[in-house]
């Protein structure tokens, strides 16, 4: 049985002082800690329900929205201001020390709480005070950590505002540091296009691309000189020598940085390529900022050995046309795959043309190898063949055939169309405290039901998604089926009644009212919609207009009302209808009828029903 607890609601804290501005989430967390004296930093976020590993870097629940959120504000008196404040980013997820922090002791004696910059990989100074962040505790040699219950004393008993530290010279890394407060401080835009001659230098110093290309050249200098990679717990001595090695070479871009490569030998260089070309461990080299100046380097390589060749290196920027090579397709399908997002093209720095990324290549490459045939995707949602293509039919799936190299004619879907139609019922599901299996349907079991009665799985899913979004709700389940989504069987029989048997050689009709739960609307539904399939004339709705809601039918009731009264001699709600429950009718019925004849009801002169006492049609 499928359940969902949902938390009850903590305490309201003693002391809750407001955030500051820049302070971190983490920090702030802490500062609540340390007020109301307790003994961990984790024992808050744990009373709201959320899940954090200090020791680990672990605090993806805190920028998660959910009921959780919501009851750390009611706990902590946050507005919506002050936490979207503390959400807000600095940097990629992968340029934050999250495990690993730093601190300037200087700053803690000002005013004791956490600056969010502190967390930044490249930012190792502070430019206020001029001296270096520390990320480990001199006293016990222990590196820096979120799990104490206090911001300026380690968990040795020494505090970190007693330590005094050098000050540094005007080098790179003070200029870098400030270069980032600055993009921070004026929110700088990630949209300018790099390619622009007349902004070039604005570009790279003004946006935030510039910390993580910072960082990409901060990791090609530690793996040369000191053979490791940049990571998150990196010393911040390392990250402070080699921000200050490299960081002249993102000024006056993009001429600096050719002369930082002109001072290199060509072994230095192509080293310096295959590092870049090689990391893995990590999304930083997947970052803008990463991207830009590894295809500057690529173009420097290409006009410093422009007609006298070089040494082989590997390269991950490609022309476009060896680009339609490599997927064997023609160029204007790399062009439509480029608009669509699908392909990354960097457009050149110090040379005219795009060139399509390879990674991203072998990345759609994947994707048409996993490309799935209806009847696997149908599977994998957990519903019949039948009822996959009704989903494909009304447009809630779209094949992906465009990447198809084969050429086959076999419709084929990718994992991506899949998870983004089971997102899109999941964004607007509701989820419920507890499900019972005996009072609700899955999805799964909803399709299988559809398919016995011959209706459509497509349009029972169209009209929840339409109109009744909050019927369905959200459970556990697998992530990729839709046995996790379920519905009230009671809506699922409403929705039945409210369908009118289908004909045999005319296109089913969407529901007037899938949800109706007014029994007077539901029985004047029902006997319109027997009238129409019988010949009637449509009294509700015209073919050309959209199927109506439960709003627009209480407004379309009062205009069936006076249509019936100026037809019928007598209202035809004024007399007792007998409510009967729509059933099929089984084998030995059908046989009876096949013998003798329909049952036909007529009309009597006075309106009342005379009944054929079993005569055949004639």
């Known amino acids: 049985m499928p359940t969902s607890v949902a938390p009850s609601s903590p305490r309201r804290l003693l002391r809750t002082p407001a955030p500051q501005p820049g302070e971190s989430f983490p920090g702030y967390l802490l500062r609540l800690t340390e007020e109301n004296s307790y003994d961990s930093l984790r024992w808050i976020p744990e009373q709201a329900g959320l899940t954090v590993d200090p020791a680990r870097g672990k605090w993806a629940d805190l920028w998660t929205p959910g009921p959780h959120i919501t009851l750390l504000c009611e706990m902590t008196g946050l507005s919506q201001v002050e936490l979207a404040s503390l959400q807000e980013p600095l940097a990629p997820d992968c340029l934050m020390r999250w495990k690993a922090p730093k601190v300037c002791p200087s700053c803690l004696r000002e005013e004791s709480w956490c600056r969010k910059a502190w967390d930044v990989l490249p930012f190792t100074v502070c430019p206020l005070h001029r001296i270096v962040l520390v990320d480990s505790c001199p006293h016990c040699e222990h590196p820096v950590s979120w799990v104490r219950n206090s911001i300026s004393v380690c968990r040795c008993g020494y505090d970190w505002r007693r330590i005094h530290l050098p000050l540094i010279g005007e080098d790179e890394s003070l200029a870098a540091a400030r270069r980032m407060l600055a993009i921070w ?20 110093e003004g946006s935030s691309v510039y910390p993580t290309a910072l960082s990409a050249l901060m990791d090609g200098w530690l793996q040369l000189r000191k053979g490791i990679k940049l990571q998150a717990v990196t010393q911040n001595d390392l990250c402070h020598q080699s921000a200050a090695s490299v960081a ?25 390529q295959r590092a870049w070309f090689g990391h893995r461990d990590s ?62 093209s960097v457009d050149g720095i110090a040379m005219n043309g795009s060139r399509i990324d390879l990674r991203s290549l072998r990345k759609l490459e994947q994707e048409i190898e996993a490309l799935m045939p209806a009847t696997e995707a149908a599977a994998e949602l957990g519903i019949g063949l039948g009822q996959f293509r009704e ?56 399709a299988t039901h559809l398919e016995r009665r011959d209706l459509s799985f497509g349009r029972f899913m169209e009209a929840m998604l339409e109109d009744f979004p909050s019927a369905i709700f959200e459970s556990e389940g697998p992530c990729n089926s839709l046995s996790r989504f379920w519905v009230h069987a009671a809506d699922f029989h409403q929705y039945l009644n409210s369908r009118s048997k289908p004909g045999r050689n005319k296109p089913d009709r969407k529901p007037l009212a899938p949800l109706c739960t007014v029994p007077s609307l539901r029985g004047v539904v029902a006997w319109l919609e027997r009238k129409e399939e019988d010949g009637g004339k449509h ?75 079993g005569l055949p049609w004639i």
């Not at 002249?248 to 260089?269: C, G, I, K, M, S």
């Not at 082989?312 to 339609?324: I, T």
């Not at 990718?414 to 507890?434: M, N, R, V, W, Y």
Request: include cysteine.
């Open 185 to 204: 401080q004026d929110q700088a835009a990630d949209d300018y296009p790099i390619a622009s001659v007349a902004a070039q230098t604005f570009i790279l």
């Open 539 to 613: 009294f509700y709705r015209q073919t050309h207009q959209q199927p109506l809601d439960g709003v627009s039918l209480l407004e379309c009731f009062v205009e069936i009302l006076c249509r019936l009264s100026t037809e019928n001699d007598e209202m035809w709600l004024e007399r007792e209808t007998p409510r009967k429950k729509w059933r099929w009718k089984t084998d030995q019925e059908t046989a009876s009828n096949s013998q003798y004849g329909e049952i036909i009801r007529v009309e009597g002169d006075r309106g009342k029903p005379d009944v054929d006492r």
């Open 391 to 446: 989903l494909v039919r009304y447009k809630l799936l779209a094949p992906d055939n465009e990447l198809q190299i084969d050429g086959s004619g076999e419709a084929k879907f990718s994992h991506q169309a899949l998870s983004k139609f089971l997102g899109q019922i999941a964004d607007l599901t509701s989820q419920p405290h507890e499900i019972n299996q005996y009072w609700a349907l899955s999805l799964c079991q909803v």
């Open 283 to 344: 999304d930083l080299s997947e970052t803008q900022g990463w991207v830009m100046v590894a295809k500057t380097l690529e173009e420097y390589l290409e006009l410093r050995w422009d007609g006298r060749g070089g040494p082989p290196v590997p390269r991950r920027f490609l022309r476009k046309e060896n680009a339609s090579r490599y997927l064997n397709r023609g160029t204007n399908l790399i062009d439509q795959l480029v608009a669509q997002g699908r392909l990354r």
């Open 248 to 272: 002249h070479a993102l000024t006056n871009w993009p001429e600096n940085f050719f002369r930082f490569f002109d001072q290199r030998n060509e072994t230095t260089v192509c080293d310096w």
